[in-house]
Each structure stands twice: as C-alpha cells, then as structure tokens.
C-alpha cells in the first residue's frame, strides 16, 4: 500500500495529514481589490468570504467551492506589505486537458493580463506566467503532475 491509498499521507513520518485537510495560501497585499480582481477574473475563483476590519485587518478568501484548498489575501491598517521578494514566487496549476488549458490562458488574457517570461525557464516550456499586481504569480503549466 503506498501513502496515497490509506487514509493519511505521512510528511517524513513526523506528522500525519488526513486527505481530508484542507490547505489556505494566505499573503499580505497593499491593493487588495486589484489582487482579489486578478485572481477572480485571471483564474474564475469565487470570492468565498471578505472581511473587514478584523482586529485591523480586512481580507478576501477566494477558491472554487468544494476545492481542498484556497487563497487568502489581507490588508492590515496602517502597515505595508511590499511586492513579491523575488520573480520565483509562484503558484502553479497544472491543467493537463488542453482545451482546459487554452481556455484558462485566453481567461486571463480577456482580462486584460499579459503573460510575462518566466524566471525560471523550464515554466516557459510547457506554461504561461501571469504576474499578480504584487508581483508573485502564477504559472498555468499544461501537463499532468503526479506525486
């Protein structure tokens, strides 16, 4: 039996993590409606839930309901949280059926985003890279990933 076919994955035998979990990307943005604008109209997420000033923080949870997993973008008051530290900040999609693919490329290209080259080339090869308005991004890489 491999670790995929039980009912948890052990990460190097220390921890167990139920196949169950889910998993919430959470970053700081300066511009949250440009950021929350890109990934709902670039990837088609959904906003699941927004906050405002909660203990001086507001915020957006955008995803696809049902998905194991989503973003989380916060604003804090009176502090600033910068660009990306580096090009090779990413979150990748991989969308192996190429209709899938050319759609979700042509998607974010209707909205008004331009695919930019990647840092690392080995993305360019079989991907396209957006960059979010805080400079991180997201490469929508047309292959199959298996662990």
């Known amino acids: 039996m491999d670790a995929w076919s039980g009912a948890r994955v052990y990460a190097a035998g220390l921890m167990s993590i139920h196949l169950t979990t ?16 890109f990934y709902r109209e670039g990837l088609g997420f959904t906003e699941l839930y927004r906050f405002a000033d909660h203990d001086g923080f507001d915020g957006v949870m955008l995803g696809l309901p049902g998905a194991p997993y989503h973003l989380e973008f916060t604003r804090a008051h009176g502090h600033r949280a910068g660009r990306a530290p580096t090009s090779d900040n990413l979150l990748v999609f991989y969308l192996p059926d190429q209709a899938q693919w050319n759609e979700a490329v042509a998607r974010f290209k209707r909205a ?36």
């Open 22 to 37: 889910r998993l919430r990307v959470a970053r700081p943005t300066d511009d949250l409606e440009a950021v929350a604008r």
């Open 112 to 147: 008004g985003y331009e695919p930019v080259r990647s840092f690392n080339p080995y993305w360019d090869r079989l991907g396209v890279t957006f960059e979010d308005p805080d400079g991180y991004r997201i490469v929508l890489q047309r292959d199959a990933w298996e662990p």
